[in-house]
């Protein structure tokens, strides 16, 4: 089954278009379980035992897991175990680089670990990003435009009478099909995220930086064509809190995006 | 010892610019080695104890150990314990994200792999960057214009009467210090190597793209200051024969190399 096939799917299941990034952090693990990679594990299996009816997908961030080195990634091996099989799991680690290289990172994400999406970074062309297009039943989701206030500094410089992160869409749009091409697009970008929805209503959206980032998920769902999109929420439903209690306050925080995040409106 | 201190010291003594990269791949051990990690290891003991007089740095690319998970990530934490302390080692992952989790990747090379450089893509923007400066002590290597054909896709977009690559230039030097930030640029880049080469006499710069890629070293070598520079080799070097005489032949590349790579021209 295609990525793009079994998100439409658990989205349909599931009744939403919640991911929850497991980002671990060993400072705001909860009190009760270890401060180390094992805790990490032992979070990880609490928090999708919790959400997994309430999500559509979980996005692994590689970075959180590779400064603990080969024992963090041990333990993304370990975490994708234990992820239900119709949910979603997306490598999230922004890679790409010239075309050996890259075919060695599409070949870690989609062999080694079986994702079946993954974020890719467009900045070194579209090359770059081809070695992960070969795998046809894959989902990658390229960087557009990002939530961080360092978005502006490059990706939405004008060139003639477009953005950059116009021109990388419209490449992307040209070159890569449909079931295998989708976007990141930081919800901090309301005005962005419309022009780029305008031009990819079929595509799906990975939505990053809703809750703590500041993202306003109220206006991009009502502005907004709201089919094939994924919203991701990390820090602000998992480290919900860091007390004893954190199992229910993460059901509870869960619920509370998952309401908001139904299909209803589609 | 600031990584950019401990670079011009190396390069003094074993009076070299040239880099290895460590970049294994499977298929291509030589003949009488495992074909697995442990195999990859073994060869990387070999590349190490027969070149390290004739190098300034190795370098190693994260891609091609993460397509085996963590166990090849373990392969990089026990190459990095063989690797003599005097010559740099440098983490080529091409990473950067947004402010927290760009913490944790260089919390990853900095501090638990303790790599003295890292190669960074800029698309995010500056405070992506930011993380990895706040390492004193360490040395950055930003992808500027890379090697491959797609390089033209993004990279060299004229943005008023300027390129991309020279825009993101200009604001990463006007941003960090000359000892924390050096510049990744292909060699295959031979005009655009002269022009960034001017604005940045003394800071280091990263060469790769000799050897299978095509780059002219020569040209190179020849058109430019060649102060602050390390040029990478990886395939032409390591993979020089897959028979049994492989170190014989590993030890006549590096020479190679080494010969039209050493300081008398600066």
Not at 70 to 86: M, V, W
Not at 254 to 262: G, H, K, P
Request: hydrophobic share 40%; charged share 25%.
């Amino acid at each position: 089954m295609l990525a793009f096939e079994k998100l439409i799917s658990i989205q349909k299941t599931n009744n939403t278009r919640l991911c929850i990034g497991l980002d671990p952090q060993i400072e705001k693990i909860p009190k009760g379980l270890a401060k180390d990679t094992l805790g990490i594990l032992e979070f990880n299996k609490i928090i999708i035992n919790c959400t997994w009816k309430f999500v559509c997908a979980y996005k692994i961030n590689f970075a959180f897991y590779e400064q603990f080195g080969s024992k963090g990634i041990e333990i993304i091996e370990k975490t994708l175990e234990i992820i239900p099989k119709n949910i979603v799991t997306i490598a999230d680690g922004k890679r790409a680089d010239i075309g050996n290289t890259s075919k060695a990172y599409a070949k870690a994400f989609y062999e080694h670990f079986k994702f079946d999406c993954a974020t890719l970074n467009p900045f070194l062309g579209i090359d770059s990003l081809e070695p992960f297009f070969e795998y046809p039943d894959k989902l990658n989701f390229v960087l557009i435009c990002t939530s961080n206030p360092g978005a502006s500094d490059f990706q939405k410089l004008e060139i003639n009478d477009a953005k950059l992160y116009e021109i990388i869409l419209k490449r992307l749009l040209a070159r890569f099909d449909q079931s295998n091409l989708g976007f990141v697009v930081g919800a901090t970008n309301e005005k962005e995220f419309s022009l780029i929805r305008d031009q990819t209503n079929e595509h799906f959206i990975l939505l990053p930086g809703i809750g703590t980032q500041g993202g306003n998920l109220g206006k991009i769902l009502f502005l907004n064509n709201n089919k094939n999109l994924i919203v991701n929420v990390s820090r602000d439903i998992i480290f919900a809190s860091s007390e004893k209690d954190f199992e229910q306050k993460i059901i509870e925080r869960t619920r509370f995006y998952y309401e908001n995040l139904t299909l209803v409106d589609v």
